[in-house]
């Protein structure tokens, strides 16, 4: 109890005006000289200690997930405004459902709290210009809970500045399973013929035209009376008529299909819940937890930095978030220098070769 009462007062010292005034200055001070260097396109927060903090803090759990949404309105905040695109966070799990029913529905209701918060927070994304998507499985979702969505979304779409993405209800094994499925059933259609005016067929088709009409004519004009001729000439006519026409559909039999070889990962980016938005950049967790919990295990690469905190979400600020930015712009350098270096050396090989 102590420590509550020491963060009471420490949260009136801190919205005392003077000292706000003061740290809003600095603050911007910071933020700005963040801009001056690399900046993180993508970032992606498991947001991790709510319960635990309220645990630690003898307060209700709703009210340690009221101040977990205060960080993230803080947080997303500080990324909008330091240059960050796209910002992703975990919101609810697919795992979440095996829990008992009076959990799940209780953490559903908190969900349309949060959302319906997120949507009263509107003038924080209009302000930079982020959109709010939802990555998951609607269907799995309520529909007081999708109307709270459809009102979230609804209320950013016209934002193309900035991203937030919503994961909710996700995991990481259904988007994969999800954009492997979706490439199967693409990879399963047949390839639309085209109608190419110079094939052969087209060619062929258009010369045994012209030869049945050349064919009527002179039949018109001389009319042959050696019964041979005239059944030659009734022979070629069935002929003519009977092949079949090359316009016609190719038979099911002969369709083209895509060759499964052509699939890349490129092709499953452009099937995943995150299609069009930058690689990730930086991957950060809270409350000390070091694993990714099912989330994001796609979009992590061999450039993404992965970095878990000790602190707990609500904790979570400026202060906190500042030391992991300035650690990534000296990783982002300390790369682009060795990238610098090795096309250097590259290119004194090749002077030298030649």
Not at 193 to 219: C, K, M, N, V, Y
Not at 245 to 262: F, N, R, V
Not at 285 to 311: K, P
Request: with cysteine.
């Amino acid at each position: 109890m102590p420590s509550m009462h020491l963060s009471h007062i420490r949260k009136w010292l801190l919205q005392s005006p003077p000292v706000e005034w003061g740290i809003l200055q600095l603050r911007e001070l910071l933020i700005g000289a963040l801009r001056q260097g690399p900046i993180p396109q993508h970032v992606a927060f498991v947001m991790d200690g709510n319960r635990r903090f309220a645990r630690n803090h003898q307060i209700e759990t709703v009210e340690g997930h009221n101040l977990g949404f205060e960080a993230l309105a803080r947080i997303l905040e500080v990324c909008y405004k330091s240059g960050v695109k796209v910002v992703t966070i975990y919101a609810f799990s697919i795992e979440n459902f095996k829990r008992s029913k009076y959990e799940v529905d209780a953490l559903m209701d908190m969900a349309k709290v949060k959302l319906s918060q997120l949507a009263q927070h509107g003038d924080l994304l209009d302000r930079y210009g982020a959109s709010i998507r939802i990555l998951g499985q609607r269907e799995l979702v309520k529909p007081d809970v999708l109307v709270a969505i459809d009102k979230a979304v609804k209320l950013t779409s016209g934002n193309g500045q900035a991203i937030l993405n919503v994961c909710f209800p996700y995991t990481s094994r259904d988007e994969i399973t999800t954009a492997i499925r979706e490439t199967v059933m693409d990879y399963s259609q047949p390839l639309p013929s085209l109608h190419r005016p110079f094939s052969e067929s087209h060619i062929i088709h258009t010369i045994r035209a012209r030869q049945l009409s050349t064919h009527h004519e002179d039949g018109t004009r001389t009319p042959t009376s050696d019964p041979e001729d005239s059944a030659a000439s009734s022979s070629a006519t069935l002929h003519s008529d009977s092949h079949p026409s090359p316009d016609l559909p190719d038979k099911p039999d002969s369709a083209i299909y895509p060759d499964p070889e052509t699939i890349t990962p490129d092709i499953l980016n452009d099937h995943m819940f995150t299609a069009g938005t930058p690689p990730l950049d930086l991957l950060v967790r809270t409350s000390g937890v070091e694993r990714l919990s099912d989330f994001m295990l796609w979009q992590c690469h061999q450039n993404t930095d992965i970095v878990f905190l000790e602190c707990l979400w609500p904790e979570f600020d400026l202060w906190t978030f500042l030391p992991v930015l300035v650690e990534w712009q000296w990783r982002r350098k300390k790369a682009d220098e060795k990238d610098r270096g090795r096309e250097k050396a590259y290119v004194g090989r090749a002077v030298k070769a030649r």
